[in-house]
């Protein structure tokens, strides 16, 4: 069953470790860690991705900061709860972690595979110059009754093919992991800068049911 729902979330992402790690939880005895990993786009710009780490797969007291890393695993969420609301947190949850001297595909820096369902109807809006833009929410099942709850976004002609999508739909994305900074309004007197991540998508099909 696990090796089957690990098939429906795979993410292979390699850049340059940004942070030291900061303790998140524990389970069983076993502490997991974040720490931040700068990804380059083709664009030169780059999405910084929190990684959840292990202590038993990393010296989590040593500084790693400037070093080249691949990271594989999946895109996680959990519900966070601040206040009277909950927050959607991300991060990829790394199952494999591979130092790397020198690195020079940079059309193989960020991918991500997932296999899943809608679980909102999406959110299909045009940009003032004209471009398409859809929002999707997609569960990606988990071992023992969990999923993980993505935001997706895709562009142009997937935009127009995704907004046709039902609640329930069964889909296949492929695409990349990025970061993207956004103002929240806490109320009529203060702003906060804040940090989404979601799937950017390159391909999406209609999977069967």
Request: aromatic share 12%.
């Amino acid at each position: 069953m696990s090796e089957k729902v690990l098939e429906n979330n795979r993410v292979s992402v390699i850049g340059t470790i940004v942070s030291g790690f900061t303790f998140s939880h524990a389970v069983f005895g076993e502490g997991f860690y974040l720490v931040d990993l700068s990804v380059n786009r083709l664009s030169e710009q780059a999405d910084v991705i929190p990684l959840m780490v292990s202590e038993r797969l990393i010296d989590v007291t040593a500084d790693y900061v400037g070093r080249t890393l691949e990271a594989i695993g999946q895109f996680r969420s959990y519900n966070r709860h601040e206040g009277s609301k909950n927050r959607l947190v991300l991060s990829v949850f790394v199952r494999e972690i591979n130092f790397m001297e020198e690195f020079t595909d940079y059309t193989k820096t960020n991918q991500i595979f997932l296999d899943g369902y809608i679980c909102k109807e999406p959110i299909y809006r045009k940009t003032p110059l004209g471009r398409e833009i859809a929002d999707l929410l997609v569960a990606v099942n988990r071992p023992y009754g969990k999923s993980d709850y993505i935001p997706c976004i895709a562009w142009g002609r997937n935009a127009r093919y995704a907004s046709g999508f039902a609640v329930g739909t069964r889909l296949l994305i492929w695409g990349r992991v990025q970061s993207r900074e956004y103002t929240k309004k806490l109320n009529d007197a203060e702003c906060e800068k804040r940090v989404a991540y979601e799937v950017s998508v390159s391909k999406l099909e209609c999977a069967e049911q």
